[in-house]
T-cell receptor
Framework: KAGVTQTPRYLIKTRGQQVTLSCSPISGHRSVSWYQQTPGQGLQFLFEYFSETQRNKGNFPGRFSGRQFSNSRSEMNVSTLELGDSALYLC??????????????FGPGTRLLVL | AQTVTQSQPEMSVQEAETVTLSCTYD???????LFWYKQPPSRQMILVIRQEAYKQQNATENRFSVNFQKAAKSFSLKISDSQLGDAAMYFCAYRSWNTGNQFYFGTGTSLTVIP
């Protein structure tokens, strides 16, 4: 099976703009989780989607949102970008809800740079 | 809030030797999951090993094993017969279904394998 794919791999935006990142899970996986990775804050959980519904959410402002489509593909949107949003955004998929201990498979990430 | 602490920012090991990475966590939950993830320089996160808190037996995956001490809230990873391909950043992670189902990561330990 193909692994988790994320597009684009690299992105440069300016403050105030918005951005949409995409994640295609492994075929058959119904859960998609998003994470932000920065040198200062480390890895932080953003949210998890399962069957098109957001099931869990981390401590991020409302500028960070997401959605999941019927084919399990997921998008993450960040509005009104700030310099601090520069990070590696990782997507992970699992067959069931990751919170139940399901093994997550990570994508290569999208590197976002906000200028 | 749950916290995960990795007190060793960097570790090194000679090829073929054994190394132990430490991880402690803080929780009031009794039912949770613990994970070790590996992030090689290519940046794709890979699950190394997982442990269910209700299981007494320490998890083992080939050369990787854990020492899970529930009362001490300690979850160390032992890598035996270290190989050059083991060089990576290792993250300890905690997840509990009962506490908002968030994923909490430690700050990581950078492992260098010396030929």
């Amino acid at each position: 099976k193909a692994g988790v794919t994320q597009t684009p791999r690299y992105l440069i935006k300016t403050r105030g703009q918005q951005v949409t990142l995409s994640c295609s899970p492994i075929s058959g996986h119904r859960s998609v989780s998003w994470y932000q990775q920065t040198p200062g804050q480390g890895l932080q959980f953003l949210f998890e989607y399962f069957s098109e519904t957001q099931r869990n959410k981390g401590n991020f402002p409302g500028r960070f949102s997401g959605r999941q489509f019927s084919n399990s593909r997921s998008e993450m949107n960040v509005s009104t970008l700030e310099l601090g949003d520069s990070a590696l955004y990782l997507c992970a998929s699992s067959e069931g809800l990751a919170g139940r201990g399901e093994t997550q498979y990570f994508g290569p990430g999208t590197r976002l740079l906000v200028l | 809030a749950q916290t995960v602490t990795q007190s060793q920012p960097e570790m090194s090991v000679q090829e073929a030797e054994t190394v132990t990475l430490s991880c402690t966590y803080d929780t009031s939950e009794s039912d949770y999951y613990l994970f070790w993830y590996k992030q090689p320089p290519s940046r794709q996160m890979i699950l190394v090993i997982r442990q269910e808190a209700y299981k007494q037996q320490n998890a083992t995956e080939n050369r990787f094993s854990v020492n899970f001490q529930k009362a001490a809230k300690s979850f160390s990873l032992k890598i035996s017969d270290s190989q050059l391909g083991d060089a990576a950043m290792y993250f300890c992670a905690y997840r509990s279904w009962n506490t908002g189902n968030q994923f909490y990561f430690g700050t990581g330990t950078s492992l260098t394998v010396i030929p």
